[in-house]
């Protein structure tokens, strides 16, 4: 089988090959090789070796190579780093206590154009530093101050994924279960500008207001049983938190629950069945009607600056969803959209 390989017959520069007859010359040195031939290798791993200064400094390093080692295109990098390094983080609760969470990291930096790359476990070294206390945007600071410093970078950007619990009344037996949403914090820096993001998954029923008038149509005009179809949503609502204020995740939920009250039940029996049967008719929404409503709870909201609603009504009608976003102010304005991040609104239960 023939594999194509670009660059094969390519002259090196001299600078790429004194690189490379560099770094082959301290790999001699640091294994005793000689011309020879390389020595007999051990095939049992040497669980007592130590590694010292002197043998650490001998580490081929390509990260941190010359710029002549760089493949491709010798350009700038907006991002690069790790996601999905996971933790248990301690966050604070507007109760006043605090709740461990499973917490998901996403650690990028800028890259300039004469830098070959960068040392990720810098970035999970600098989280590890500050996992021990409680975490709030202030220590994100923090740790994002460490890990662009470690990393001599310009512009970063750092983003923590975790399910928030909150106990949920049900709506009137008296019971209770645990509601999870789920969360995203993200601070960035660009052009010496920091700004702090809060994303919160709001999930919701949407009873179709068109239906909804159809099936009183049919049981008044023709005494015909009917219902209205209404479906799982999910509003993406993504705010710039601006001001001294907290905003806690508390207070977003409840923001969303103000202005769509149809959020999906914990505990039910019965009378909560019918009694989410009767909110749902009072409030029969469109995915248009949804976006404006958000959009109307967080323009009077002071902690809140720019925005997006980015909503989602999983259809039982259509083998399709109704989408809408609705943004205010450039942060998250775009041209275009990812052709996944629909199918991201989905709550798998």
């Known amino acids: 089988m023939n594999l194509p390989t670009p660059g094969l017959n390519r002259v090196p520069s001299r600078e790429e090959a004194e690189a490379a007859v560099d770094l082959l010359r301290r790999y001699t040195d640091a294994t005793g090789a000689t011309a020879l031939g390389y020595p007999d290798m051990a095939s049992i791993y040497p669980a007592e070796f130590e590694v010292d200064s002197t043998y650490k400094s001998s580490l081929p390093d390509l990260q941190n190579g010359p710029a002549s080692l760089i493949r491709g295109a010798n350009e700038p990098i907006q991002h690069v780093g790790i996601s999905n390094f996971r933790l248990p983080i301690s966050f604070h609760t507007r109760g006043g206590g605090d709740l461990t969470l499973e917490t998901a990291v996403t650690g990028t930096v800028s890259l300039g154009a004469d830098k070959k ?180 709870r967080l323009q009077a909201e002071p902690r809140v600056g720019d925005f997006r609603v980015a909503a989602s009504h999983q259809e039982s009608l259509h083998s399709h969803d109704a989408i809408s976003v609705l943004t205010s102010g450039p942060t998250f304005e775009t041209a275009s959209i990812d052709p996944r991040f629909f199918a991201t609104l989905i709550h798998a239960g």
């Open 117 to 296: 790359g960068i040392n990720m476990s810098r970035i999970m070294r600098s989280f590890y530093r500050h996992s021990e206390k409680t975490f709030s945007f202030e220590v994100m600071e923090a740790a994002l101050d460490d890990y662009k410093t470690d990393l001599e970078s310009f512009d970063a950007r750092i983003e923590m994924r975790f399910s928030f619990p909150v106990r949920l009344d049900s709506l009137r037996s008296g019971l209770s279960g645990y509601q999870y949403y789920d969360i995203a914090l993200e601070l960035i820096e660009s052009q010496g500008q920091r700004r702090k993001i809060l994303h919160l998954d709001y999930v919701y029923s949407s009873t179709c207001p068109c239906s909804l008038e159809l099936s009183e149509h049919a049981r008044r005009e023709r005494g015909q049983l009917a219902t209205p179809h209404s479906q799982r949503s999910v509003a993406r609502i993504s705010v710039e938190v601006v001001g001294e204020a907290c905003l806690w995740f508390e207070d977003l939920i409840d923001l969303c629950r103000a202005a769509v009250p149809t959020e999906t039940q914990v505990m039910v029996k019965r009378e909560d069945e019918q009694a989410f049967a009767e909110l749902n008719a009072a409030n029969p929404i469109f995915v248009e009607d949804a976006a404006r409503l958000f959009c109307a």
